[in-house]
């Protein structure tokens, strides 16, 4: 369940019981009311288990879920594989079945040191210069659109732009974009018992293939491009792994596509609610990059992060053992008062807004400049573009309870037709 019982929640309990806080992240009621769930566990049971999924812990204040994002040591992110085969732990609760994500599920030092070869390729200096090829590529794709006075935020925008950057960022054949990027959205919005998951499932790992035959090829023949400079790094005096190579591509794919649409999709939702905040980006376009910051901040594309208890941690009633998982919960965290006054509330004027929607620590997104520009640049230019367009809400399509990702399967807007440039 994830309504609050009757009786209200155990946060109050005799020594060697747990706080008891009953949350099932993937029921279908929870989409609609994490936010009211989350604000009276952050009151009652900051810290409390849930016996859903197998048992886990969930957090759902600011500063316990800052604390465990920057303790690797004591709250791991690794997934690793059992006698069985099977996977344990790692980013997701309960954990998916399929080779790790890497660095994400990995824990320092290794983990920081893979990291450190993609950071440079993402970083501010670095992603900017791609900022007038995404706005040409936006504008394209906008006068595609502008005669039919219609068009869909996630699936004619939201879905192409960061694909079409992912395949920039890594050397990738560009016409490839949206077929690299249609099974890391279909896997959260398709039903996993349905025959279309199977497809969901085979293009994904059509995906992995193609990283994997162009990373072989790089290795072999490398030149001056992202992968090849990942299949030709040595960490500790040896050549990374091909099958580490392959997993830290296919976060770099994962992470770069989604996550951005359904955020763009959270903010032009919003806009289309707030014409006010709209007009201002009209007539300050300078506002854009705290626009965007601040609606990452009410609406985070992932709602929650998990990790992996590797010592006993006591934080007020509840003693957390090894071995236990803990659900932390970013919707939670970047709705805390305590941090930010007046939560519910967009307002792009706010103080060094610290949300956790990249995360924190040594597993923050290590994208976030890339999906910052592309946020920037797509919701400014549709929004001078197409100024008085309006979302068809009663069309619109949501994920259903994927359990850690918020958002859409399409979302159509209306605009006044305009004759192509």
């Known amino acids: 369940m994830s309504r609050v019982p009757e009786g209200g929640w155990t946060a109050a309990v005799r020594p060697g019981e747990r706080p ?18 989350h604000d009276e566990l952050r009151a009652a049971c900051p810290v ?21 994002l920057v303790e690797p040591s004591r709250f791991s992110s690794a997934k690793t594989q059992e006698l069985d085969g099977s996977w344990s732990g790692g980013s997701t609760i309960p954990t998916t079945q399929r080779a790790p994500m890497l660095p994400l599920e990995m824990d320092p030092p290794l983990g920081v040191r893979y990291r450190s070869l993609i950071v440079p390729w993402l970083s501010r200096t670095a992603v900017e210069p791609l900022r007038p090829v995404v706005t040409a590529y936006v504008d394209r794709l906008l006068d ?15 879905a192409p732009v960061p694909a079409m950057v992912v395949t920039k960022l890594l050397g990738l054949d560009e016409s490839l974009a949206e077929r690299i990027a249609w099974p890391f959205h279909a896997f959260e919005s398709v039903a996993k018992n349905s025959p279309e998951f199977r497809r969901v ?5 059509w995906v992995r293939d193609l990283l994997e035959d162009t990373a072989r090829e790089r290795r072999a023949s490398p030149g001056d491009d992202a992968i090849s ?32 649409t359904n955020a763009l999709a959270h903010a032009l939702d919003y806009l289309d609610r707030d014409r006010a905040l709209r007009q201002r980006i009209l007539d300050e376009p300078r506002v854009v990059p705290r626009v965007v910051d601040e609606l990452l901040r009410a609406f985070p594309p992932v709602w929650q992060l998990s990790r992996r208890v590797t010592e006993q941690t006591v934080i007020g009633d509840a ?43 040594v597993h923050r997104c290590a994208g976030l400049h890339v999906a910052r520009l592309e946020l920037e640049v797509m919701i400014e230019r549709i929004v001078r573009r197409f100024p008085d367009h309006r979302i068809v809400r009663e069309e619109a399509r949501r994920y259903a309870a ?7 399967i399409s979302m159509p807007a209306v605009f006044t037709a305009q004759a192509s440039r």
């Not at 595609?144 to 939201?158: E, K, L, N, S």
């Not at 499932?201 to 790992?205: I, R, S, T, Y």
């Not at 400079?229 to 770069?256: H, S, W």
């Not at 359990?403 to 859409?408: A, E, I, K, L, T």
Request: charged residues 20%; proline residues 9%.
């Open 229 to 260: 400079r990942l299949v030709t790094a040595e960490v500790e005096g040896a050549p990374v792994p091909m099958g580490d190579c392959i997993g830290i591509l296919m976060t770099l794919v994962g992470g770069g596509v989604d996550t951005t």
């Open 48 to 68: 409390g288990w849930s016996e859903a999924h197998g048992g886990f812990w969930v957090m759902s204040d600011y500063e316990s879920i800052k604390d465990a």
């Open 319 to 361: 003693v957390l053992e090894p071995g236990e998982r803990v659900m932390l919960s970013v919707l939670a965290a970047n709705h805390d008062p305590g941090v930010f006054p007046d939560p519910t509330t967009v307002n792009i004027d706010r103080p060094p807004n610290r949300h956790l929607t990249f995360g924190w620590g």
């Open 144 to 158: 595609q659109m502008a005669p039919a006075g219609r068009f869909d935020v996630v699936t004619d925008v939201g």
């Open 201 to 205: 499932l085979a293009e994904m790992g």
């Open 20 to 37: 008891v806080c009953p949350v099932d992240h993937h029921s279908p009621d929870y989409p609609t009311t994490a936010r009211d769930l």
């Open 402 to 408: 994927s359990g850690n990702v918020d958002g859409y």
